[in-house]
């Protein structure tokens, strides 16, 4: 399986914009870039997911890399209820589609 | 509108003790998954199935069993209980088709003494 690599932890203020990047340099061309999010004492959630368009969903939105080696999860308004350990997952299409989870960034907001 | 429902929620057991846990979704899926997560560490998968009657070997699957006698449950067997057993246990379940994601229950916590 491919290798994402986030950065440990990141801290940001409440309602300002939160930048998540992850590198991907080995990511084939079939492997689509997943974000989930684990808040504390919960089981992981999806976020949003993406091939090669940059992506938009209520949560947040998914920009890409035009030779697809980086990916960023942007957080629009970050709130409260955002702190938690963000991961960035390569998944391919066929098969079970398993998820190999890394240690992922842990996301702290200052009020 | 329940999704992923994991039984029980906490459970400590002494070394050498067997137990089930049990994992139910409602959603219809296809594919059922079991985690082990340990502290400060990603989810590592234990076992997984593609549909009833079907499992598979993940990541981590040494000390456990696993059956997908129907569709809705995927139930996590420890046949004999050791302390590196004690972590959070993650079930997760997901519909076939395209890049679908996988829904998550809530964790069942699991102590062996």
């Known amino acids: 399986d491919a290798k994402t690599t986030q950065p440990n932890s990141m801290e940001s203020n409440e309602e300002e914009p939160v930048h998540l990047p992850c590198n991907h340099s080995?990511?084939?061309?079939?492997?689509?870039i997943h974000w989930y999010r684990q808040l504390p004492s919960q089981g992981p959630e999806y976020v949003i997911h993406?091939?090669?368009s940059n992506v938009n969903n209520r949560m947040a939105s998914l920009a890409i890399a035009e030779d697809r080696k980086s990916s960023t999860l942007i957080l629009h308004r970050a709130t409260l209820r955002d702190a938690a350990v963000y991961y960035c997952?390569?998944?391919?299409?066929?098969?079970?589609?398993?998820?190999?989870f890394g240690q992922g960034t842990r996301l702290t907001i200052n009020p | 509108n329940a999704g992923v429902t994991q039984t029980p929620k906490f459970r400590v057991l002494k070394t050498g003790q067997s137990m089930t846990l049990l994992c139910a979704q409602d959603?219809?899926?296809?594919?059922m998954y079991w985690y082990r997560q340990d502290p400060g560490m990603g989810l590592r998968l234990i076992h997984y199935?593609?549909?009833?009657?079907?499992?598979a070997k993940g990541e981590v699957p040494d000390g456990y069993n696993v059956s997908r006698l129907k569709k809705q449950n995927f139930l996590l067997g420890l046949e004999s209980a050791a302390p590196s057993q004690t972590s959070v246990y993650f079930c997760?379940?997901?519909?076939?088709?395209?890049?679908?994601?996988?829904?998550f229950g809530d964790g069942t916590r699991l102590s062996i003494l």
């Open positions: 959603m219809n899926h296809e594919y």
């Open positions: 997952i390569l998944r391919g299409y066929q098969g079970a589609q398993k998820l190999v």
């Open positions: 993406g091939l090669t």
């Open positions: 997760a379940s997901r519909a076939t088709g395209g890049t679908q994601p996988q829904h």
């Open positions: 199935s593609v549909g009833e009657g079907t499992t």
């Open positions: 080995t990511i084939s061309g079939t492997d689509y």
